[in-house]
């Protein structure tokens, strides 16, 4: 029987980086063995079921480019795909326990699952065969006195109905999957394969909530991440690949998968690394692609992109230096206004001594006499303009950064200048005079 996997959050809130791991790895897990992924909404919770958090949660899968084969707005042949639209399959079910006599109804009117009380076992992929004793536990219900479904028993119906043959999820399920074995036992069905992931701990050793950093991937998206990166970083939280680089793509990623070798301990999240994986993702974007990612941190800081006929290259000559895209404004946001500030050292460094006038006005008139406006053209005649003034090349930089961005950080002063253009380059050294 071919592989067939699925992730089921309820829509009640955010895409949690927990359950877009556990996403992450159902859809590895498919893709290696040329299986299918369902996403199965588990929307049973009417008072907390919501409409945009089911918007989120699509948004979110798509953004990270984990597609799903069957679910909502994929279509199938198992479907509906919502649990709220699936209670003739579970009354279909329990009809089937009831002619088995292997439920009862109390006064209530709630329906409880006659536990088998054997021992069980859970066979995982993650955690090896784990045996739950005979259980004590009072039996189960199944159907409430509303006459709504519990997770547990909707969740096995589910599964058997679309077919599943492994269930990843994460390890805080395990302790209750004896129960669905049981139920599945009692339906004359094989329970999946399981396997059971870490959990996912914050820096300081508990379980990751809400509040935080990185905890919902809209988060990422709102700061700046690339797809890719938090893809690539996901996949590490839990799982070590058999590779020379934690750098991976896509194809490799699925070409490596293999549930067997995911972690049985918990994963520490690390938002710096995840960081830094990012800023290795962004060192290797073309040109057109990095303008692209950027346009929206860019169009939100108010910056006129369209305006500057080198914004792609402008992005190129600061991407060593970010880590993220919501950091590029505050890196070139002077290549696209003439009202930019400076900053309080750049004011200072202006002034710091009497000269620093004079050197600029020298740098001034050696710019103006440049003809070809290339990058070795304008460096030259910084030089040419330092040795007439008897100092350093080092002594006019700091003083001409200043003076074109407003700033003490950037690219190379001759980069700056070539992509400001000449005409600028002469008006901001004029406005720097004024300044000093």
């Known amino acids: 029987m071919s592989v067939r996997v699925r992730f089921a959050p309820s829509p009640t809130g955010y895409l949690h980086v927990g359950g877009a791991r556990t996403a992450l790895f159902n859809w590895l ?14 929307d049973t919770d009417e008072a907390r079921n919501t409409e945009e958090a089911r918007a989120a949660i699509l948004d979110g899968l798509r953004w990270l480019g984990i597609d799903w084969d069957e679910g909502p707005e994929a279509g199938g042949d ?12 579970y009354d279909r079910y329990l009809a089937q326990l009831q002619a088995a006599d292997l439920v009862y109804t109390e006064e209530n009117g709630s329906v ?5 009380r054997r021992p069980i076992t859970v066979i995982d992929l993650v955690c090896g065969d784990v045996t739950f004793a005979a259980t004590e536990e009072p039996d189960m219900t199944v159907r409430r006195p509303d006459g709504s479904y519990i997770f547990h028993f909707v969740n096995v119906v589910d599964d058997i109905e679309m077919g599943i043959t492994h269930v990843i999820r994460g390890e805080d399920h395990l302790s209750n999957t004896w129960k669905h074995i049981d139920l599945f036992n009692a339906f004359g069905k094989s329970a999946p394969i399981y396997a059971h992931i ?12 809400k509040r935080d950093e990185g905890s919902s991937i809209e988060s990422y998206q709102q700061a700046g991440f690339l797809p890719a990166a938090v893809f690539n970083y996901l996949c590490l939280l839990g799982w070590t690949p058999r590779a020379d680089s934690e750098k991976l793509d896509r194809d490799t990623l699925v070409s490596l998968f293999d549930a067997k070798e995911i972690h049985s301990s918990n994963a520490r999240f690390d938002i710096g690394k995840c960081k830094w994986l990012n800023s290795q993702y962004l060192r290797e974007m073309e040109p057109k692609a990095l303008l692209d990612a950027s346009r929206h941190q860019l169009s939100q800081a108010g910056l006129p992109i369209e305006k500057a006929s080198h914004a792609a290259a402008i992005l190129q000559s600061v991407k060593e230096k970010v880590s993220l895209l919501s950091e590029f404004p505050a890196w070139v946001h002077y290549f696209f206004r003439d009202d930019y500030p400076y900053e309080v050292e750049v004011v200072a460094k202006l002034r710091a001594k009497e000269d620093n006038s004079t050197l600029l006005e020298a740098a001034g008139k050696a710019l103006e006499a440049v003809g070809d406006w290339t990058e070795d053209s304008i460096h030259a005649a910084i030089e040419l303009a330092a040795k007439e003034q008897a100092v350093k090349p080092g002594a006019l930089m700091p003083l001409l950064r200043g003076a074109l961005s407003g700033q003490m950080r950037g690219p190379g002063v001759a980069t700056m200048a070539h992509l400001l253009g000449k005409s600028a ?7 720097a005079q004024n300044v000093i």
């Open 29 to 42: 897990f498919a893709r290696r063995h040329g299986g299918k992924l369902v996403l199965r909404i588990e």
């Open 78 to 89: 198992y479907g509906p795909y919502f649990q709220s639209q699936r209670k003739d399959i």
């Open 112 to 116: 409880r699952f006659k536990f088998t």
């Open 198 to 209: 870490p959990l996912i701990l914050n820096p300081s050793g508990s379980k990751m909530s």
């Open 425 to 431: 380059v002469l008006n901001r050294i004029h406005q």
